[in-house]
């Protein structure tokens, strides 16, 4: 990067800091259930960071001689005394009086009773998906069961509290999908990302994915899904207290986010983006000195990583230490990464500040991991024709126009190409 743009493009690139909720609604239709079960629902759950760029002059690769310690919490939380709201660790997954009864009742059915346990729960989470409302919340087992609503994430916890009642073991595989929907609106991008359940009869020796029998509920499966970390119990309840903490912080309410986090991280206290979210939650308080803390504390299990290397270069420019920020927009132009759907969150995010250059890699690096996903040409191919690099963008907007078979993106992207011929 031009060392004479250096201060007013860093200033103008880190003026937002991203998040990547996973708020996806009315994508389901009841008639996905008309035929034959076979222990495969189509849920998806909700995964969200925080995220932009990259690394630090600070952070090697290697990792520090001592491990550095969770950072102690800063004065302006630690004198605050956390609220009621949060949920304990037992009621995320615990199910009312009424709905034990339910369930032991539904068990009993002759149709069900011969069932093994396993395919009891997916039964059952068969049954309650039928009219069930996909509202973009957040619910623990019993309010998703009373309200038959919430996101992907309350049906992921819907299955783990069932599956718990009936003494199923329940592992979690987070899979990694094409972005279905991302925008940005003020400081948000919206994206998505799913797990899929593996149900087992029981904990057998801790063995996992050998070749004991299972059952797979897999949500919103997809012949381009990626397969990612496995995730347990602990994990995934963590997953839950970061989707809560960060509709906290969506609504301003960063006490309440910092206990949710608090509570995440006694749970997993190696998970990367709640130890992101609380980095920025205390560089929100103007506390850039514990935010840091947390940065250099994360980066020590994962020194890569997009979303906690962009934010603390965010952290870094407010506090005008702007050559370090430089190191990080540097070494994120350089970064290869094998869940690659940041780039494309970060590709929008430098066009909309006109960086088109930027937004070039960004969106190329996406699609050389996704080159399956079509809306990425056509942001390519926008980010080359602002550049004047006419013959590049057509042939991207072909790339596109191939790949998709929607007629409303067909025409978008006609008409984006017959402007450019016209043009050239």
């Known amino acids: 990067m031009p060392r004479k743009l250096s201060q007013k493009l860093l200033s103008e690139y880190f003026k937002k800091q991203l998040f990547t909720p996973l708020y996806i609604t009315q994508l389901f239709k009841t008639s996905l259930f008309n035929s034959q079960f076979n222990s495969k629902l189509i849920l998806c759950t909700g995964i969200l960071s925080c995220s932009l760029l990259s690394a630090c002059s600070s952070t090697t690769s290697t990792s520090p001689v001592s491990p550095l310690p969770m950072p102690e919490t800063g004065h302006y939380f630690a004198k605050l005394k956390a609220p009621a709201s949060v949920p304990s660790i037992e009621s995320l997954s615990a199910l009312l009086p009424e709905q034990e009864q339910e369930l032991n009742e539904f068990i009993t059915r002759d149709d069900i009773a011969s069932l093994s346990k396993r395919h009891q729960v997916a039964r059952f989470i068969q ?15 019993s309010e998703a069961w009373q309200k038959r609503s919430g996101n992907c994430m309350a049906l992921a916890m819907l299955t783990f509290g069932v599956a718990k ?50 059952s797979v509920i897999d949500y919103f499966p997809d012949r381009n899904d990626r397969s990612g970390a496995v995730v347990f119990d602990a994990e995934f309840l963590a997953m839950f207290y970061r989707n809560l903490a960060a509709d906290a912080i969506l609504k301003d309410q960063l006490t309440l986010s910092f206990a949710l986090l608090e509570q995440g991280l006694k749970l997993a206290p190696e998970y990367i983006p709640l130890i992101n979210m609380m980095a920025v939650v205390h560089r929100r308080v103007n506390d ?22 962009s934010n603390y270069g965010y952290s870094l ?37 006109k960086d088109y250059s930027t937004a070039e890699t960004y969106f190329q690096k996406f699609i050389n991991n996704s080159p399956y996903y079509h809306q ?33 993106s067909q025409q978008k992207y006609l008409a984006k190409l017959n402007w450019l011929k016209q043009g050239s």
Do not use: C
């Not at 049954?127 to 087992?141: H, P």
């Not at 359940?197 to 057998?204: G, K, M, N, P, Q």
């Not at 850039?288 to 504390?297: D, G, K, L, N, V």
């Open 165 to 214: 009642h009936l003494d199923v073991k329940a592992v979690f595989q987070v899979v990694h999908s094409a972005p279905l929907l991302t925008h940005i609106s003020n400081d948000l991008i919206v994206s998505s990302d799913h797990v899929r359940t593996f149900l087992y009869e029981s904990d057998i020796a801790g063995v996992y994915f050998n070749n004991s029998e299972f």
């Open 376 to 408: 990425a040409y056509f942001e390519l191919a926008k980010a080359l024709s602002a550049q004047g690099k006419t013959l590049k963008a057509e042939k991207t907007l072909k790339q596109a126009l191939e790949l998709t078979s929607m007629d409303d």
């Open 288 to 309: 850039h000195a514990t935010a840091e803390s947390y940065y250099q504390y994360g980066l020590q299990f994962e020194n890569n990583s997009l979303t906690l290397l």
């Open 317 to 353: 420019t407010e506090e005008g230490r702007l050559d370090e920020a430089e190191a990080i927009f540097k070494q994120l132009l350089s970064l290869e990464n094998d869940t690659p759907y940041g780039w494309y969150s970060m590709g929008i995010e430098a066009y909309s500040l």
């Open 127 to 141: 049954d309650k998906m039928v009219n069930f409302n996909y509202e973009g919340l957040n619910y623990t087992t």
